[in-house]
């Protein structure tokens, strides 16, 4: 299951990305800037995953996703018996369905020049916030993004996006002031559903004798 959850996570945050570097180029993109842990310049996206990147320059407007909570809804224990030609065994399939919450964060504070002039004045990185959270809210509801994640991506389909009222948070200000500067943080929730199949064999009675190769007919039983 270790690579559907990376999968699906990518084609979250691959989307989120591409949105966000389109609409604001000059605060969504690839950066350059210098890791306060070792000094070194480094290049990494203003828009990952919270925890993957550890030294982000204070200052960057950024977006983070996390993920919430995992429900899992089971469809049975076991599923379709089928027949796998290639190592000729009898297999059960087992499907999971989750819903993933996954939490688009985004922050932003005041930004100034070397020279001491305002790029970003308190103001507009309070506006920028809330302005991009509103504007991913509102794609994901749209059938753009439905199509992206149920069909178009490369990673892993399909996966729904649950963007009925029930499922989409609303926009809440959670910013918080750091060393007398206000870091302006939006957030909101989204629900994500997709099912991950697995196979486990199956154990066929002694005596079973399958005549059919979908397994469809099942004769010669003999228990004694």
């Known amino acids: ?14 989307w989120t990305y591409n ?50 909570s995992d429900q899992s809804v089971n469809k049975g224990t076991d599923g379709e018996f089928y027949y796998n030609e290639d190592d000729e065994k009898y297999y059960n399939k087992i499907e999971e369905t989750h819903i993933l919450t996954v939490y688009f964060i985004i922050s932003s504070m005041r930004r ?15 506006n920028l916030v809330l302005d991009a ?4 809210r509102r794609m994901l509801k749209s059938q753009y ?15 729904f996006v649950l963007a009925q009222q029930k499922d989409i948070s609303d926009i809440e200000d ?3 002031f750091e060393e007398t500067r206000n870091r302006h943080t939006c957030q909101f929730s989204c629900k994500f559903s997709f099912t991950i199949t697995d196979s486990v064999e199956a154990q066929l009675a002694k005596g079973v004798t399958v005549y059919d190769e979908l ?10």
């Open 145 to 159: 993004a439905g199509n992206y994640f149920l069909y178009d991506n490369d990673l892993f389909t399909p996966i």
């Open 1 to 14: 299951m270790a690579n559907e959850i990376r999968d699906i996570k990518q084609a979250i945050l691959t």
């Open 215 to 224: 397994a469809q007919e099942i004769i010669d039983i003999d228990f004694t």
């Open 174 to 176: 959670t910013s918080l």
């Open 19 to 68: 949105q966000l570097s389109t609409k604001y180029p000059d605060y969504f993109k690839i950066s350059t800037y210098t890791s306060t842990l070792s000094g070194k310049k480094k290049t990494a996206p203003n828009v990952y995953w919270i925890n993957t990147i550890t030294d982000r320059p204070e200052l960057a407007t950024e977006c983070y996703l996390d993920i919430g």
């Open 133 to 136: 959270c509103s504007y991913l």
């Open 112 to 126: 100034e020049d070397k020279d001491g002039s305002i790029t970003l004045s308190d103001v507009q990185a309070q």
